[in-house]
């Protein structure tokens, strides 16, 4: 595993190695469902979407978590890395491309790049974005 999300009553793990985000009843312990996807490497949660970045082919995957499957997915920045909800956007974090995104969840598209060095975390404290850049220490 390499990313977990809640979502007020599920957790989720996404599995690199499978290529799968499951759903997991925390109260039951058992896996309630296994969605495949490319290359999961980050998670996020909006309110009523589950979103994936995969990174080996550069997506971010929006998840119908009552259908269980991926409804679509858009191109972002090379190695998607991080993602983080700030209660509008999604934001995804783009390693080898040097940038942030601005994601619209409704219109499922990017909206604003923005150049940082090497983003590795993205974290939303209610007021700003906030991203740790491993190249540069920041």
């Keep these: 595993p390499v990313a977990l999300a809640w979502d007020g009553s599920s957790l989720w793990v996404a599995n ?3 290529k799968t985000v499951e759903q997991i009843d925390v109260g039951l312990k058992t ?3 296994t969605i495949a996807v490319k290359a999961p490497q980050a998670l996020a949660w909006d309110g009523s979407s589950l979103w994936v970045a995969n990174d080996v082919d550069n997506t971010v995957q ?3 978590p ?3 499957t991926g409804v679509k997915e858009i191109p ?3 190695a998607p890395i991080a993602l983080t909800w700030d209660g509008v956007s999604l934001w995804v974090a783009n390693s080898y491309s040097n940038t942030i995104q ?3 969840p409704g219109q ?3 909206v604003a790049t923005i150049d940082v060095v090497s983003p590795q975390a993205l974290a939303w404290d209610g007021v700003s974005l906030w991203v740790a850049n491993s190249h540069s220490n920041t």
């Design 31 to 33: 896996v309630t469902a």
């Design 62 to 64: 929006k998840i119908d």
């Design 76 to 78: 972002v920045g090379d």
């Design 66 to 68: 009552d259908q269980k």
């Design 16 to 18: 690199r190695n499978d």
């Design 102 to 104: 601005q994601i619209d």
């Design 108 to 110: 499922v598209a990017v």
